[in-house]
């Protein structure tokens, strides 16, 4: 090769990646890693999205449902009016709501067994509300998890062809395997472009739903303690 051509070959030569001409150049199975790595991303910030947009509706109806709750003189009465369906916070009252009346319609009231029924029924409709809010963040967690290992998969498919393409043409320069070698760089960069905000979005999201919890936690006991007094003065 004349010098007059390398430096022709060198002009003709990208300056930069490309990466969809690394997409499209390599092989197949790696770009089916690729492609199902951008999937899982897209779905991945799909559910940041929608599930930022969810616990903060959440929130802020809870915190408005829990200060009407408690500034309203007759509890029957604003249940019945604003309902509960719709509330996380307001289902929790429902569950205690309903377990009070089914515990004190008989003639004789079992104190200590009402308190104790009272509190299972906040409780566990508490964690049914948290468990509901975390549920589409285990894919997160799956993404953030899984995704660097199937990129380091296409990257190990990818590197293996590039050494069978040496073989194949005899030929280790540089020339013949950096292309595959990049190519199979690019699927493991693209696994920590889908696992890194899986991984942040996940640990944040389950701190929101864990104090979202604590919050529900402390609307209960607040409202058992309110349901004890009326046992007492019974």
């Known amino acids: 090769m004349t010098d007059l051509s390398i430096l022709a070959a060198a002009a003709e030569a990208p300056t930069r990646l490309d990466p969809l001409e690394l997409?499209?150049?390599?092989?197949?199975?790696?770009?089916?890693?690729?492609?199902?790595?951008?999937?899982?991303?897209?779905?991945?910030w799909m559910i940041i999205v929608s599930f930022s947009i969810r616990i903060g509706g959440v929130r802020r109806a809870n915190a408005k449902?829990?200060?009407?709750?408690?500034?309203?003189?007759?509890?029957?009465?604003?249940?019945?009016?604003?309902?509960?369906k719709e509330i996380a916070s307001g289902r929790v009252a429902h569950a205690g709501i309903g377990e009070w009346r089914r515990s004190t319609k008989a003639k004789s009231i079992d104190r200590d067994g009402t308190r104790q029924r009272l509190a299972s029924a906040m409780e566990t409709q508490v964690a049914t509300e948290a468990d509901n809010l975390a549920d589409r963040l285990n894919f997160l967690a799956t993404v953030g998890s899984v995704a660097p290992f199937v990129g380091l998969f296409g990257t190990v498919w990818g590197i293996m062809n590039s050494f069978f393409q040496i073989g194949v043409q005899e030929n280790s320069s540089l020339a013949?395997?950096?292309?595959?070698?990049?190519?199979?760089?690019?699927?493991?960069?693209?696994?920590?472009?889908a696992a890194i905000p899986a991984v942040i979005a996940y640990n944040r999201f389950s701190h929101s739903v864990n104090s979202l919890e604590s919050r529900m936690l402390r609307f209960a006991d607040r409202f058992h303690a309110t349901l004890s007094r009326e046992l007492e003065a019974d």
């Open 23 to 44: 997409f499209l150049d390599a092989d197949i199975v790696v770009q089916a890693v690729m492609a199902g790595l951008l999937i899982a991303s897209v779905w991945v």
């Open 65 to 84: 449902y829990e200060r009407d709750f408690w500034q309203s003189d007759d509890l029957d009465s604003f249940m019945r009016e604003r309902g509960h």
């Open 176 to 193: 013949v395997v950096a292309p595959g070698i990049s190519e199979a760089l690019f699927a493991t960069a693209i696994g920590l472009f």
